[in-house]
């Protein structure tokens, strides 16, 4: 079982940044893809971005690229992404998730591990 904790959610003006970490449980976090969705406000949940088990191929979704960095470090079993120039329009929870493969893709059905999630909120 893996479990995953989210941090670094919070209130941020916007064109501000904030940067999100996902901590995972296990020794095998490296054999993982991982991935950022979102859900803002009365909408369902959302594809942001995903990284593959070395961090050497990402996708992003295309209302957040150019903005968000997502980046992996296997040594601390942490995940992270970076959000710059916050829009309202990235209000959202933020949840980190899993695949038990070494490939991300944009399809939520498609994790098998999720984080308890994060709350972004961007003020205008």
């Known amino acids: 079982q893996v479990q995953l904790v989210e941090s670094g959610g919070g209130l941020v003006q916007a064109g501000g940044s904030l940067r999100l970490s996902c901590a995972a449980s296990?020794?095998?976090?490296?054999?993982?893809?991982m991935a950022w969705f979102r859900q803002p406000p009365g909408k369902e949940r959302e594809f942001v971005v995903t990284?593959?088990?070395?961090?050497?191929?990402?996708l992003y979704s295309d209302s957040v690229k150019g903005r968000f960095t997502v980046s992996r470090d296997n040594a601390k079993n942490t995940v992270y992404v970076q959000m710059n120039n916050l829009k309202p329009e990235d209000t959202a929870v933020y949840y980190c998730a899993g695949r038990f493969s070494r490939y991300g893709t944009r399809e939520e059905s498609d994790y098998d591990f999720w984080g308890q999630g994060t709350q972004v909120t961007v003020s205008s």
């Open positions: 990284i593959n088990w070395s961090g050497a191929n990402t």
């Open positions: 296990g020794r095998t976090f490296s054999s993982y893809a």
